[in-house]
């Protein structure tokens, strides 16, 4: 049995948290037709989830863009969970967007109800993460408070105590992304997961140890308590990504 959280969400009618880790594909495309086209692709995967990485979208600061891309994209997924993703350059974004911008297309996002998820980083301070929080709870979306180092693997008690910062300043989900230079990281990250979900966190995680050597935690990272990992459907968002098929192969020697 593997390590589930306290306090599941159950959103269009499937949890997160609960025996099975979620399987999110993401979407990383320049342009509204490309949007579309990678989705119709990865729906043949039924992912649990799905991902837009809008800070790939060339459009991206143009709300009204965004919004007709995400309307087409929604009425395309069907009941499929969608988090909504404009990553800052600095934590592996696509592209420098000015904060102001990103907070505007986060906002309407939001308000449309359209997404699922809106994932924000912890960097952006309390301030704005209050706002964006808030805008969540009038809209009934859920908050992914999330924390990238595409340099290195930080401590064991800094993994811990980022997961424990996104808890603390209202996020639903906490994810934190490492980068590792040897299978020693590797296993900092899970043993940061399984502290942070035996002893700290009732709320679901995502926790991700990324390149060729953090592959093993995209597959067994829910046994240690993640409750999602990122999977290669069409394009890959970060390093390391392993195909849907073969992550799914794997699971069925896991007790899951």
């Known amino acids: 049995m593997r390590l589930q959280s306290k306090k599941t969400l159950t959103i269009r009618n499937k949890t997160l948290g609960g025996p099975t880790p979620w399987i999110c594909l993401p ?30 979208f060339e459009a991206v600061r143009d709300t009204g863009a965004v919004l007709d891309a995400l309307n087409h994209l929604r009425e395309a997924i069907g009941d499929i969970p969608l988090i909504f993703t404009c990553r800052i350059i600095e ?17 309407a996002v939001i308000a449309s109800g359209k997404a699922d998820f809106i994932d924000t980083e912890i960097s952006n301070g309390a301030a704005m993460i209050a706002a964006v929080k808030q805008a969540c709870v009038n809209a009934g979306a859920k908050l992914i408070l999330s924390y990238h180092n595409f340099e290195e693997t930080p401590a064991e008690s800094f993994i811990v105590g980022k997961l424990s910062e996104a808890a603390k300043l209202g996020g639903d989900v906490a994810k934190v992304a490492v980068m590792p230079k040897d299978y020693g990281d590797v296993l900092t990250l899970l043993s940061a997961t399984y502290k942070a979900r035996t002893e700290l966190l009732d709320i679901p995680i995502i926790t991700l140890s990324m390149g060729g050597e953090g592959g093993i935690t995209r597959i067994a990272g829910g046994l240690f308590g993640s409750d999602l990992t990122f999977a290669i459907g069409k394009a890959s968002s970060a390093p390391g990504q392993i195909p849907i098929g073969d992550i799914r192969k794997a699971w069925e020697a896991l007790p899951f």
């Open 91 to 107: 934590e592996g974004g696509f592209q420098e967007i000015a904060e102001n911008e990103r907070i505007a297309v986060m906002d």
């Open 27 to 56: 979407l990383v495309a320049e342009d509204g037709d490309s949007l579309l086209q990678q989705a119709k692709e990865v729906l043949a995967y039924t992912p649990d989830a799905l991902e837009w990485r809008a800070d790939k």
